[in-house]
């Protein structure tokens, strides 16, 4: 029997503070689109041969929505009578579309810690994975990547998008001492004391070189570049935090009866409704992609 969350599979469900429900699954939806735009426009860095790419894996995968747009993308752009393969992995399969929705996807629950199945090794030009930065701790991104580099063939690309946790706090224009830093630095103190890496794009970057990866670049894409996305960006912060703040709070044990902690994360979510939408603070985050290529045999 599958329990709230899905069926798990290793010990990311430790330190992950967002939820893996229905709700959960229309915000990762939605932001896809914003994160795209975000990192130049599509969801395979340009360095990428597109025409290349005929076996695609995404690894922490969620509700599928990257190998979607993907195969749509290589379909209407790149149309090629040679059947392209997609596989998307994730440690619960709570967030998986349903049978009758995933198309010529398929779909495995895989605990990334852990290495992958023989029939998956030398078989994918790309490996994606997007957005760990909640759930990994900072010493196991070189356990990963040296799980993931099996999984490509000769010449391979691995892209890696991911959230600069420290970029993200307020600008230095805004006073260290509002309520607003507050609610920034109990989020960020509790994923660092879970053990995530402050900076996941430098760390994935160094994971790479050390898994003998090679031609190893990082992008990193500033929120700040498109102020057009200004309301888009608070709201994406502000629905990320809806979910963190609660689980925030009772990581760090800083209140153990439920009712408080329910009062105390509205009052951090007041803090940054406030800095958003009335005080105009728009958080300036780095959005890094690592790409590496599979050296040829």
């Not at 969350?5 to 699954?25: C, F, H, M, N, W």
């Not at 340009?46 to 025409?51: G, L």
């Not at 995968?61 to 392209?84: A, C, E, F, M, Q």
């Not at 959230?163 to 230095?172: E, G, H, T």
Request: aromatic residues 8%.
């Amino acid at each position: 029997m599958k329990n709230q969350q899905g069926t798990p599979a290793g010990p990311q469900e430790e330190i992950y503070l967002l939820k893996r429900d229905k709700v959960e699954s229309e915000r990762l939806n939605e932001q896809h689109k914003f994160l795209v735009t975000i990192c130049g426009g599509s969801p395979i860095h340009e360095s990428i041969p597109k025409d290349r790419l005929f076996s695609i894996a995404d690894v922490a995968t969620g509700t599928g929505i990257w190998l979607n747009h993907v195969s749509d993308l290589l379909k209407n752009n790149h149309p090629t009578d040679r059947p392209r393969y997609y596989h998307g992995f994730d440690i619960s399969d709570a967030q998986f579309p349903i049978p009758a929705e995933r198309g010529s996807i398929e779909y495995s629950v895989h605990d990334c810690l852990k290495p992958f199945p023989a029939e998956h090794h030398n078989r994918y030009d790309l490996v994606h994975v997007r957005l760990l930065v909640a759930a990994i701790r900072e010493q196991d991104y070189k356990v990963i990547v040296a799980n993931l580099v099996p999984l490509l063939k000769p010449g391979g690309y691995l892209q890696w998008d991911d959230l600069d946790l420290i970029s993200f706090f307020p600008p230095k224009e805004v006073p260290q001492n509002t309520s607003y830093f507050e609610t920034m630095r109990l989020v960020a103190n509790a994923q660092i004391s879970l053990g995530v890496s402050p900076h996941v794009p430098d760390t994935v970057y160094q994971a790479a070189k050390t898994a003998g990866l090679v031609d190893v670049t990082k992008h990193d894409w500033r929120t700040a570049d498109h102020p057009e996305l200004a309301t888009t960006t608070q709201n994406w912060v502000f629905k990320v935090f809806t979910t963190m703040i609660p689980s925030a709070l009772r990581k760090a044990k800083l209140v153990t009866d439920e009712e408080k902690v329910q009062q105390e994360a509205q009052r951090h979510l007041e803090n940054v409704k406030r800095a958003f939408f009335v005080e105009g603070v728009v958080p300036n985050g780095v959005m890094g992609q690592v790409v590496a290529r599979k050296a040829q045999e």
